[in-house]
């Protein structure tokens, strides 16, 4: 590796300005290291954005325990930032200098269904993700801030937000009146609540915490279960619903609660099959899903198209993501250490170049 000073001499010479970026060396959160790196070349339809802020989800952590993905390293993880352009090239028509603007994390969906293609370039692995001071993005693949978030709150829509609006609104369908169940407290999660109360549904939150239950209700839950005290959540779920079951069931714990999420969905529901959180292998009563005829759909990634009308949503709302905390950059491994407790409600943002404002 370059020293540091030669680093930045070969880089003036080059012209090209270093910037840091925390990569991903090894296995494990001691091989998240902060290095230095040329900054990005413009290609003519690409943005050169400043990144403002980024966010932590569970897919990072994943990655870096070597749980997930399986990508080569040096990786530099993250899929959720928010930024303002600070050059554009000579055929960009998308977007000006400065702009605040959201990378896709999926750069090749637009709208649509994915394909075996889709996923070759998503941000944070295989490609390199967000956590970086400098990106540069095909201008397709951003979308424009919406105005009522700041930086901070922007950067944890990408894949957050837009899996939630995937899963209730693509995937889902969800009408008014329609019930929901959220399972724990993340960030999916506490958008999936936030976006299903915007469309008029009701929402049964399930946790493993009565102290972020009673926070779940504050935000609009109907009904909250806490499953530490109610193992059997999918027999409480079929009483609150006068035995009718949930209309729309977000399952990102996996193992061998999606069982439960099966039989808590009403008779032709669906369970987004999403996340791994309680075990990456599953085993299923199938004679009680096929008596139900529950759908069960997993979901990866998220389109452009998705994240535009999540936008569109969340500003006529008014609703803003939830944020359990924020850090500077350079604690990046603590924000890591903090995530991997299952204490937050809500996303971990890191601030990225305050110090440069
Ligand atoms: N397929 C996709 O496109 C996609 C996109 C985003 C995320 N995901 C997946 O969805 C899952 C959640 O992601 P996230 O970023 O929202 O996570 P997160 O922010 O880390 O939140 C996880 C929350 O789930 C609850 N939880 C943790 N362990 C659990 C367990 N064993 N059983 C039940 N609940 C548990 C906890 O809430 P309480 O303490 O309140 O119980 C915790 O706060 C992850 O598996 C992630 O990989 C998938």
Redesign the pocket.
């Given at each position: 590796m370059l020293h540091r000073t030669a680093f930045r001499q070969l880089a003036r010479a080059a012209m090209v300005h270093p910037m840091n970026v925390l990569e991903l060396t090894g296995t494990g959160l001691d091989s998240l290291t902060f290095t230095e790196r040329a900054s990005p070349a413009l290609g003519a339809r690409d943005l050169l954005v400043r990144v403002r802020a980024a966010s932590?989800?569970?897919?990072d952590?994943?990655i870096a325990r070597g749980e997930?993905g399986g990508y080569a390293r040096p990786l530099v993880l993250g899929s959720d930032a928010a930024g303002e352009v600070v050059a554009v090239g000579s055929r960009v028509t998308r977007f000006a200098v400065g702009a605040r603007v959201c990378p896709i994390d999926t750069p090749d969906w637009i709208a649509g269904a994915p394909d075996e293609r889709t996923f070759e370039k998503r941000l944070g692995g295989p490609a390199d993700g967000v956590f970086s001071e400098l990106l540069c993005v095909s201008e397709d693949a951003a979308v424009a801030t919406p105005a009522h978030l700041t930086d901070e709150e922007a950067a944890c829509l990408a894949?957050?937000g837009v899996?939630a609006w995937?899963a209730l609104f693509v995937l889902g369908q969800l009408c008014p009146g329609d019930v929901v169940v959220v399972?724990?407290?993340?960030?999916?999660?506490?958008f999936a609540l936030q976006l299903a109360r915007l469309a008029g549904a009701q929402v049964i939150a399930?946790?493993?915490?009565a102290t972020?239950?009673a926070r779940m209700k504050d935000l609009g839950a109907t009904h909250t279960v806490d499953?530490s005290a109610t193992p059997a959540w999918d027999s409480e779920v079929l009483r609150l619903t006068h035995g009718r079951g949930a209309d729309i069931v977000v399952d990102?714990?996996?193992?061998d609660?999606l069982s439960r999420s099966i039989t808590a969905a009403r008779v032709s529901g669906l369970v987004v099959a999403?996340?791994?959180?309680?075990?990456a292998s599953s085993t299923l009563d199938l004679p009680a899903a096929i008596r139900r005829s529950v759908t069960v759909r997993?979901?990866?990634?998220?389109s452009r198209a998705s994240f535009e009308a999540l936008c569109r949503a969340l500003t006529s709302g008014g609703v803003r993501p939830v944020i359990d905390r924020v850090f500077e950059f350079a604690r990046a491994p603590e924000a890591f250490a903090h995530?991997a407790t299952?204490?937050?409600?809500?996303?971990?943002v890191l601030r990225v170049g305050a110090e440069a404002r």
């Open positions: 932590l989800n569970y897919r952590l994943a997930y894949v957050a899996t995937q399972q724990g407290t993340g960030g999916v999660s506490l399930l946790s493993r915490s972020k239950l499953t990102v714990a996996g193992g609660a999403l996340g791994f959180l309680d075990g997993t979901s990866s990634g998220r995530l299952g204490a937050p409600f809500g996303k971990i």
